[in-house]
C-alpha cells in the first residue's frame, strides 16, 4: 500500500536551526532517500518552496479565481513528501519517525487512495 509521509516545517522552526543542523537534514534526507530507492519502496519524493510562492484556485458558479499565497492561514506548512509502498502503516510510522524533521516539528503519515474509487 503507499503511503505520503508529509513533512511540516514553519518559518521559526527553520529559523531556529544553525547551518549544520541544516545540513545534517540535508543529509539525513539523501541517506533515506537512497535507501528507500535502493530498498525498491520509494514512489516519490520532494520538497517543496516556501508557501508565499504558492497560489489558491477556486471555481465558483464557472469563474475561475486565484489568490496569491496559501490557503489557510497557518503557522505550520507542508514542506515536502514521500509517497512510499510499504506492508502497513506501522512500517511507513517507522521511516517517518526517521526523518530529522519529526525532531523539530511532525511528519504526518497518510495511506493513498487508489484511483479507481474511495477504499482504500
Known sequence: MKYMLMIYSSPESWAGLSAEQ???LSRAHNEL???LREQGLLVSAAGLADPITSRTVSVRDDA???T???YAEAKEHLAGFYVV???DIDQAIGYAARMPDAEYLAVEVR???ETSGLEM
Open 22 to 24: 541544516r545540513d545534517g
Open 111 to 113: 495511506p493513498v487512495m
Open 64 to 66: 475561475t479565481t486565484t
Open 85 to 87: 509502498e510499504c506492508e
Open 33 to 35: 532517500t537512497q535507501e
Open 68 to 70: 496569491d499565497g496559501p
